[in-house]
């Protein structure tokens, strides 16, 4: 049986935090589930294999602010790489890359209305998780992520690299 705890004790064990009971002794673990039969939390989001290792090892030592952060410098420089733009970063690199009246990142053939909301929508997806997630990271001292945003966040990170590989540009 789950109890409500289980999902901490999975997090708290993936990056190596040891817990030390406080109070009544935490419920007994089912002696049928063993924890190396639970996935890693980047398996069990299913997150993109391809983010560099440190961002993993990031998140399995709590540095989590900092995984999400390596994560999206990774995204841009794949966009860097694909668009081939050269002296721009975060926004105005998505910006420009992803640009519906100039491309350098093509997600589809831009022909029809819902090809080119498509392209806009992403546009903006990109530029604002460069703007509002990568930024933040890459410029203050403390943001406080949680595991559990952390995977949110890479989450994201994960669905904006599948959506260049399903474009045929990685």
């Not at 419920?27 to 560099?52: C, K, Q, W």
């Not at 420009?96 to 100039?102: H, P, V």
Request: no cysteine; hydrophobic share 40%; aromatic share 8%.
């Amino acid at each position: 049986m789950s109890g409500p705890f289980d999902r901490f004790e999975r997090i708290a064990r993936s990056v190596g935090v040891e817990q030390e009971a406080e109070g009544p002794a935490a419920p007994a673990r089912s002696p049928d589930l063993d924890e190396r039969d639970e996935p890693h939390p980047f398996e069990a989001r299913n997150l993109h294999p391809d983010f560099p290792p440190k961002v993993r090892k990031l998140f399995d030592n709590g540095h989590w602010e900092e995984s999400v952060f390596q994560a999206f410098k990774f995204i841009e420089h794949e966009v860097k790489t694909i668009s081939g733009l050269r002296g721009k970063t975060g926004y105005a690199l998505m910006m420009e890359a992803f640009n519906e009246n100039n491309a350098k990142i093509k997600l589809n053939a831009l022909v029809t209305d819902s090809e080119l909301d498509e392209q806009r929508g992403y546009k903006s997806i990109f530029a604002g998780a460069a703007a509002g997630i990568r930024n933040p990271r890459g410029h203050e001292v403390e943001i406080g992520d949680t595991p559990d945003e952390a995977l949110d966040y890479l989450a994201l990170a994960s669905l904006l690299l599948r959506r260049l590989d399903a474009a045929g540009l990685r």
